[in-house]
């Protein structure tokens, strides 16, 4: 049921499985504490608005591990002010730790991952 959806959705990943629960619950006020309801998908929606840029900056994440900026532009062939503007939108968002590490987040990983194999960027 739920806890297998969340599982795939999420990609077995126990950071986003958890993220993703804690979406789930919902205060009931005088019925009880909590109650479970399905998570927002809407953070995965939230990829596909995406444009080539971050994309393809994501998957030179994905694919070079902890990239510096210089790298990044060179894996792009974007400028280091264009890298740098859309890394910090990738950040806001949360789907990137800050520009000291440039990493994917533990709770977006296994969304980035599928969201870049659907988009044919990424391969397993």
Not at 11 to 36: F, H, Q
Not at 46 to 73: C, H, T, V, Y
Not at 82 to 100: F, K, M, N, P, S
Request: some cysteine; glycine content about 6%; aromatic content about 8%.
């Amino acid at each position: 049921g739920y806890f297998r959806y969340l599982s795939e959705f999420t990609g077995g990943n126990p950071a986003a499985a958890m993220r993703y629960w804690l979406l789930s619950l919902e205060e009931r006020g005088a019925e009880g504490p909590y109650a479970v309801r399905l998570f927002d998908r809407a953070h995965y929606a939230e990829l596909g608005k995406m444009d080539d840029d971050a994309r393809f900056l994501l998957n030179a994440i994905a694919q070079l591990g902890d990239p510096s900026l210089l790298e990044l532009s060179r894996a792009v062939n974007k400028p280091e002010p264009v890298c740098a503007t859309t890394l910090d939108a990738l950040i806001d968002l949360g789907i990137l730790q800050e520009r000291a590490n440039i990493q994917i987040t533990a709770a977006w990983a296994p969304l980035v991952m599928r969201h870049l194999e659907d988009a044919n960027l990424l391969t397993r």
